[in-house]
């Protein structure tokens, strides 16, 4: 038989070694007067009662084969299939020890016998199992997945899988009780310990708050531990939120910590920074940025263009035919065949990503809203050229912003010291030019008014801060008066804190 009539005998026959509820028939070893080698990784089904010889099963595999008396297709399949393993057998099987072992209907090759569930490796395989579903965020019955089973099986035929109840019950309690405890011991050891947290609503509106904590370790390592995510009930009021974050951090034993708070700039999470009564308490400069973007696009002239590029924007979303002659005309006007997007209000960087691929189907949207093929309606013809003049100059404008916003979304641990640095930046950017349209002028003073009336009372914190990063030291946003005054105030807490370890060393 040939290797491809072989591998087709295979796939065609493969069903053959489960039952219908998917557990694996037995396989019985060849009578003992077969001597050949290749029985040591071969039997058969039982069919009525009696061995089922027209098909020989691999033990390894599972592979069925077709048998009729010559075992010349079976020694390639095990060769090919399992040569290491095949190798081994026939070794024993050389020197004798195969002879010796008792032929009962249930002996099968060694390595395709079951992991005991409370072996070393079943027990290492069962942990890592638990830890890929833990770090995934994977739901439990993925266990019961049948590509998630055939790859464990692939991997480990001789592992017998749990069931979904036990790592539900089992294994997740045994593995957070583990990483918790661990999590308790570095927080113990912590100096100062920041707290992250924010609220949310999952798909199935259900409200959560989630805590994370940060802080430096001896190592002058950053760890950082997501401490809980917990269902939120009642009303997300200012006092319920600064409890929950004050008996959390009671939990964890680290109110003693003096833990800082980073929120959002919302009123609640603001009143439950001083119900928890944890200071600093510091805004999300990334909210605080966006909050400072979406107020100058509120403004009346910005406003009523956004609101012409968003009409057709989504005409070009609902009509598959206005979508289709968009199409053809950026073929036909060599342009990249780019789908318009449709932005969400509550970010900014959709808005700004909006007009960029507005400004770059410009020819494109403007020849398919003339198509005598488009119909025509009054909400089409709304983008005028000096709409799309004011569009150019709003992206130019933001870009800066853009690029702070791209900076900080990447960097995996953005820190205190860049918020000086980058505020002043912007601040300067957004400085009145004689030069700017009446819309640019209007969002510029947007812009500076709210972010200067954010995180008020913490430009020293900040400006030490930059101070201690060598990015920054040199502090060269600053005035040298507040400069000098910023240095002197570190030298000052520094020889506080060298006096503190000499009088306690």
Avoid at 180 to 201: F, P, Y
């Amino acid at each position: 038989m040939t290797t491809r009539k072989m591998e087709e005998a295979e796939t065609n026959n493969i069903s053959l070694g489960e039952r219908r509820d998917n557990t694996p028939r037995q396989i019985f070893n060849a009578p003992g007067k077969q001597k050949s080698k290749v029985w040591t990784v071969f039997g058969f089904y039982k069919m009525a009662g009696k061995l089922d010889r027209s098909h020989a099963i691999c033990k390894l595999c599972r592979a069925s084969l077709t048998y009729s008396g010559s075992t010349t297709n079976l020694d390639q399949h095990a060769k090919r299939k399992h040569g290491e393993e095949y190798g081994e057998f026939t070794e024993q099987k050389r020197a004798g020890t195969s002879g010796k072992q008792a032929r009962t209907e249930n002996a099968i090759p060694t390595f395709f016998q079951r992991l005991g569930q409370n072996s070393a490796r079943a027990r290492e395989i069962t942990a890592s199992i638990t830890r890929f579903i833990a770090k995934g965020l994977c739901p439990y019955n993925i266990v019961e997945w049948e590509g998630f089973q055939d790859l464990i099986h692939t991997l480990e035929p001789r592992y017998k899988i749990p069931s979904r109840n036990h790592i539900t019950n089992t294994c997740m309690p045994a593995l957070y009780a583990q990483v918790k405890s661990q999590v308790e011991e570095k927080l113990a050891k912590a100096e100062r310990v920041a707290i992250t947290t924010d609220a949310w609503t999952s798909c199935a509106t259900e409200s959560y708050v989630t805590i994370t904590a940060q802080h430096i370790a001896p190592d002058w390592e950053l760890h950082v531990y997501v401490l809980q995510t917990r269902a939120f009930k009642g009303s997300h009021t200012g006092k319920n939120v600064g409890a929950l974050l004050k008996q959390a951090c009671v939990d964890w034993k680290i109110l003693d910590k003096e833990p800082a708070l980073v929120t959002d700039n919302a009123t609640n999470m603001v009143l439950a920074g001083v119900e928890a009564e944890m200071t600093p308490h510091l805004m999300c400069f990334a909210h605080t940025i966006n909050l400072a973007t979406q107020k100058a696009f509120k403004m009346d002239t910005v406003a009523r263009l956004l609101g012409k590029v968003r009409r057709v924007v989504g005409f070009f979303h609902r009509s598959v035919r206005a979508a289709e002659i968009l199409q053809d005309k950026q073929k036909q006007l060599a342009l990249p065949t780019h789908k318009l997007i449709q932005d969400v209000s509550t970010r900014w960087n959709s808005t700004q990503i909006m007009l960029e691929r507005v400004l770059e189907q410009q020819p494109a949207i403007s020849a398919a809203l003339m198509s005598r093929d488009l119909r025509r309606g009054e909400e089409l013809n709304t983008l005028k050229d000096k709409d799309f003049c004011d569009v150019e100059d709003i992206v130019k404008l933001m870009v800066p912003v853009k690029l702070v916003t791209i900076s900080m979304c990447e960097d995996k641990r953005p820190t205190l010291s860049v918020i000086s640095p980058v505020r002043e930046k912007l601040k300067k950017t957004f400085e009145a030019a004689d030069e700017d349209s009446v819309v640019i002028r209007e969002m510029k003073q947007a812009f500076r008014e709210d972010l200067e009336k954010r995180n008020t009372g913490l430009e020293d914190l900040f400006h030490t801060a930059a101070a201690l990063d060598p990015r920054f030291k040199s502090l060269p946003f600053l005035t040298d008066h507040d400069a000098e005054r910023t240095f002197a105030n570190i030298t000052v807490k520094a020889t506080s804190l060298h006096n503190k370890a000499l009088a306690t060393g």
